[in-house]
């Protein structure tokens, strides 16, 4: 059974940095990581993704302020956010796709397995 779990979130001022870290319990060669946030009332929203050819995609909204990134163990990701806003606020999730599932990676159904979330606030 793939376990994702996620830290790192946390509060901090506009402007901020913070850096949130995904240990992913199995790992594979194939598929997707990903970053996905929501907030209360609204869809959970891909933000970052990380191809196993080691494509990055990012959402607009984050472009130039987050980088998704593999630790040198594979079955750690971690996504670098500065530049912080408020609207940056909400719980973030990480997301394996384990299978090369086909899809947008910002797609939710493409994703088998998802962390937690933790919570990230900023004000």
């Known amino acids: 059974h793939v376990q994702l779990v996620e830290s790192g979130g946390g509060s901090v001022q506009a402007g901020g940095s913070l850096r949130l870290a995904c240990a992913i319990s199995d790992y594979y060669s194939t598929g997707c990581i990903g970053w996905f946030r929501q907030t209360p009332g609204k869809e959970r929203e891909g933000v970052a993704a990380?191809?196993?050819?080691?494509?990055?995609s990012y959402a607009d909204s984050v472009k130039g302020r987050f980088t998704i990134s593999q630790g040198n163990a594979e079955n750690t990701l971690y996504l670098q956010m500065n530049g912080l806003l408020e609207e940056d606020s909400a719980i973030y999730y990480c997301?394996?796709?384990?299978?090369?599932?086909?899809?947008?990676?910002?797609?939710?159904?493409?994703?088998?397995?998802w962390g937690q979330g933790t919570q990230v606030t900023v004000s």
């Open positions: 990380l191809v196993s050819d080691g494509t990055t």
């Open positions: 997301a394996a796709d384990l299978r090369g599932t086909p899809g947008s990676v910002f797609a939710r159904s493409k994703y088998g397995y």
